[in-house]
């Protein structure tokens, strides 16, 4: 089956650090680009980060950048988060996604989403 | 960075209305915008690709245009399976943004 499991979410304090994982199953997992999306519950969706097939190209949102650091291991089929210094802000349901293929124009979308781990940042 | 501007934030329309749902970004960006649908409870669901390409298995009723900075989805007779919240997201440039959102409801 083709599919993103999260987990590693939980209840942190303000200043801690967290590690996520997406596990993926039932496709070539090191053929493409992963993100990562956030959303808080009952709001809009924030695109966090983005890791090539190969880790050799890595985006970050200007809101976590400098502390949350994204990572993937191909011969384990998985993709990492991690989450330093959280903050409150930082409370939300995390998904991973997997990337389309990418067109010859360059473009792509998000085609396969995890159900999502939910982080919440409180003292 | 690219911001995503989409509006309105909620709409109230009946089965069957004609609606409209624009996405306006801060600097051009081609056609890459992609367009998402997300259900209650559910995971977001790409409906339209760049280049307003409408994804296998999403009714004809969905269609979208735009290139530059101006945008639109258009779903051209309501059903109910589609009050929902619909996203435009920009592929062209990192951070990948999306806009805010615009919540379909039942009138």
């Known amino acids: 089956e083709v599919q993103l499991v999260e987990s590693g979410g939980g209840l942190v304090q303000p200043g801690r650090s967290l590690r996520l994982s997406c596990a993926a199953s039932?496709?070539?997992?090191?053929?493409?680009?992963m993100h990562w999306v956030r959303q808080v519950p009952g709001k809009g969706l924030e695109w966090v980060s983005h890791?090539?097939?190969?880790?050799?190209?890595?985006d970050y949102a200007d809101s976590v950048k400098g502390r949350f650091t994204v990572s993937r291991d191909n011969a384990e089929n998985s993709l990492y988060l991690q989450m330093n210094s959280l903050k409150p802000e930082d409370t939300a349901l995390y998904y991973c996604?997997?990337?389309?293929?990418?067109?010859?124009?360059?473009?792509?979308?998000?085609?396969?989403w995890g159900r999502g781990t939910l982080v919440t940042v409180s003292s | 960075d690219i911001q995503m501007t989409q509006s309105p934030s909620s709409l109230s329309a009946s089965v069957g209305d004609r609606v409209t749902i624009t996405c306006r970004a801060s600097?051009?960006?081609?056609?890459?915008v992609n367009w998402y649908q997300q259900k209650l409870g559910k995971v977001p669901k790409v409906l339209i690709s760049p280049s307003s390409t409408l994804q296998t298995e999403v009714p004809s009723r969905f269609s979208a245009s735009g290139s530059g900075t101006d945008f639109t989805l258009t779903i051209s007779s309501l059903q109910l399976e589609d009050f929902a919240t619909y996203y435009c997201q920009q592929s062209y440039s990192a951070p990948y943004t999306f806009g805010q959102g615009t919540k379909l409801e039942i009138k």
């Open positions: 600097q051009s960006i081609s056609t890459y």
């Open positions: 890791i090539s097939w190969n880790s050799r190209g890595i």
């Open positions: 039932g496709f070539t997992f090191d053929d493409f680009a």
């Open positions: 996604a997997k990337e389309s293929t990418v067109t010859r124009f360059g473009a792509w979308y998000l085609d396969l």
